[in-house]
């Protein structure tokens, strides 16, 4: 088993954030992204992180969102896309949300709409 599916979400979050305000955007807008991907509102996701929810868990208890199959791309050198396992492919769909987020795109295209 991957030792990211036994991390916590809170635990990989600062990350997130620091990554996403070093290049201009918020905590806000990295929420929003989070939030469209799994279906769950801004009280869920904080009740996710103050509960130490794994990644594991929280997609597990994710709705994903339908357009979530038009993320495409590379993360760590591995096409989303092509990801076999259901779970992993839904952490990547992640990362590649937040490196869009990084890079400036605008949240239109980010949010597939």
């Known amino acids: 088993m991957s030792r990211i599916l036994t991390t916590s979400l809170a635990s990989v979050y600062p990350l997130y954030v620091a990554k996403v305000e070093k ?4 905590a806000i807008e990295l ?3 989070i ?5 769950f509102d801004e009280a869920q996701l904080r009740r996710h992180l103050t509960d130490g929810t794994t990644f594991e868990d929280f997609f597990a208890a994710a709705t994903m969102n339908p357009n979530a199959t038009l993320i495409t791309g590379v993360v760590c050198g591995v096409r989303v896309e ?7 492919q839904q952490i990547r769909y992640l990362d590649k949300l937040v490196d869009e987020l990084a890079k400036g ?4 295209t980010i949010l597939r709409g």
């Not at 939030?35 to 279906?39: D, E, K």
């Open 31 to 33: 929420d929003q992204v």
């Open 82 to 88: 092509e990801v076999a396992d259901p779970l992993m």
């Open 35 to 39: 939030c469209w991907l799994t279906g």
């Open 23 to 26: 290049k201009g955007r918020t």
């Open 105 to 108: 795109k605008p949240m239109t």
